[in-house]
């Protein structure tokens, strides 16, 4: 089942191993929104870390030809949304991650392994 949406979640979470990004999870959501098939959530090290895995994020899947569709909280590095349409890039510093704890938000959607 090699869909685009399961495409491009190989190739985010693919940039974001290579870049060091911490606990990356992959969220399911597609029975359970229709905002989007996956949610991708991810931890930087810093707000410098966080807009470096955004950036190179951006580049790689330009270069694959996905275009992102919006983008939101770059400027102040500590939580970066990223829409691909069918796939949801969150980013996080620790401390965001923490509090807004989107894994409990959507306890309901499976957790697709990540290739290591």
């Given amino acids: 089942m090699e869909d685009v949406s ?37 931890t930087g090290t810093s707000t410098t870390h966080v807009q470096s895995l955004c950036e190179n994020i951006e580049e790689r899947m330009s270069k694959e030809g996905y275009n992102l569709h919006h983008k939101e909280g770059f400027r102040s590095g500590r939580w970066i949304l990223m829409d691909y349409y069918d796939v949801v890039v969150h980013i996080f510093c620790e401390d965001e991650r923490d509090f807004y704890n989107l894994e409990r938000l959507w306890v309901d959607a499976k957790t697709v392994m990540v290739e290591s």
């Fill in 6 to 42: 399961k495409i491009k979640v190989d190739i985010i979470t693919d940039t974001l191993q290579e870049k060091k990004a911490k606990d990356i999870k992959v969220l399911d959501i597609r029975e359970l929104s229709i905002l989007s098939d996956y949610f991708i959530i991810a």
